[in-house]
């Protein structure tokens, strides 16, 4: 379930609030392909399968930023503003990848609201969300990140 916010003024009082959880997504060898292609990362450990699985983690590994990048899916699953005239991704604070996503993994992120605050001049509010993408059945987190966000009225 998304939680919803109706303006930005509403995200000020939630500062530590839990958000909630996104629905699961498949990290399949093709979307690593794809990520692969897509920045030209094609290191072995991402994209040969054979000898991947002779390697450190016996199976191919999703990039880390490939990772990253789906919280970018994940995150409009848990999280709308409304009432603004646009959102922003600003930036992040702080990323980490505790634990190596391996092919045919299942994904999804939850989020914690940590800080929200009014931006000069009125026209908007700055927002750190706690992003965390857990690893179906794993104990340690593939990533967590201190995603900032800008929305603006």
Not at 95 to 119: D, I, K, N
Request: charged letters at 20%; aromatic letters at 6%; one cysteine or more.
């Amino acid at each position: 379930m998304v939680t919803v916010f109706k303006s930005p003024d509403d995200l000020l009082g939630a500062v530590g609030d839990h958000l909630g959880h996104s629905e699961w997504v498949s990290v399949d060898q093709a979307r690593i392909d794809l990520f692969a292609e897509a920045t030209g990362d094609h290191q072995w450990i991402h994209v040969d399968a054979a000898r991947a699985a002779q390697g450190p983690f016996g199976a191919t590994i999703a990039h880390g930023y490939l990772t990253l990048a789906l919280t970018s899916l994940l995150m409009p699953q848990i999280v709308r503003v409304e009432g603004v005239s646009m959102g922003i991704n600003y930036g992040v604070n702080r990323v980490r990848f505790p634990q190596p996503v391996l092919e045919g993994s299942r994904l999804r992120a939850s989020a914690t609201l940590t800080t929200a605050e009014e931006l000069p001049g009125g026209s908007g509010v700055q927002t750190v969300i706690t992003v965390t993408v857990e690893i179906e059945g794993q104990p340690k987190p593939a990533c967590v990140v201190e995603s900032v966000s800008r929305y603006l009225r």
